[in-house]
């Protein structure tokens, strides 16, 4: 193997880590915001904003903010990744500017904010339910007695 096979080699695995340890997170806030979407039973506060389907309760309530986290989510997930294989993987030498992608440090600043991007995505899944839209909701719009 040669040294710029070895280089290439080394840089597709470390790029490979970072990017599973991103997915880990990415597929926990998908996982969180289904989990919010669809539950077993229906809790109090919440019973006039699901239909039943199935022995599932969907909170319909919710639906807007779940498809506003997948559409928002899919490409953020599919431009990091594609971002650091395009930097850090497949890096095409351009004369015109230096090759300041090919440092580790570069890398790991670029991973770390990947990951805190991630992390946002999993808190809008946490509290997707409890952002609900007053109007969508009609608990809410009920006069109270």
């Known amino acids: 193997m040669t040294s710029e096979q070895l280089d290439f080699e080394r840089r597709k695995s470390s790029v490979d880590n970072l990017e599973r340890l991103y997915t880990v997170v990415a597929a926990l806030a998908l996982t969180t915001a289904v989990g919010q979407l669809l539950r077993e039973s229906a809790t109090g506060e919440l019973a006039d904003a699901v239909v039943r389907i199935a022995n599932i309760d969907v909170y319909y309530a919710t639906l807007p903010m779940f498809l506003t986290l997948i559409v928002t989510l899919i490409p953020f997930y599919h431009g990091a990744n594609r971002y650091l294989y395009e930097n850090y993987v497949f890096i095409t030498h351009?004369?015109?500017?230096?090759d300041a992608r090919s440092g580790g440090?570069?890398?790991?600043?670029?991973?770390l904010f990947f990951f805190v991007q991630s992390l946002l995505f999993y808190l809008m899944s946490l509290i997707m339910r409890e952002a609900i839209w007053y109007h969508l909701d009609p608990a809410r719009e009920r006069a109270p007695g």
């Open 94 to 98: 351009d004369a015109n500017k230096p």
């Open 105 to 111: 440090s570069v890398a790991l600043i670029d991973f």
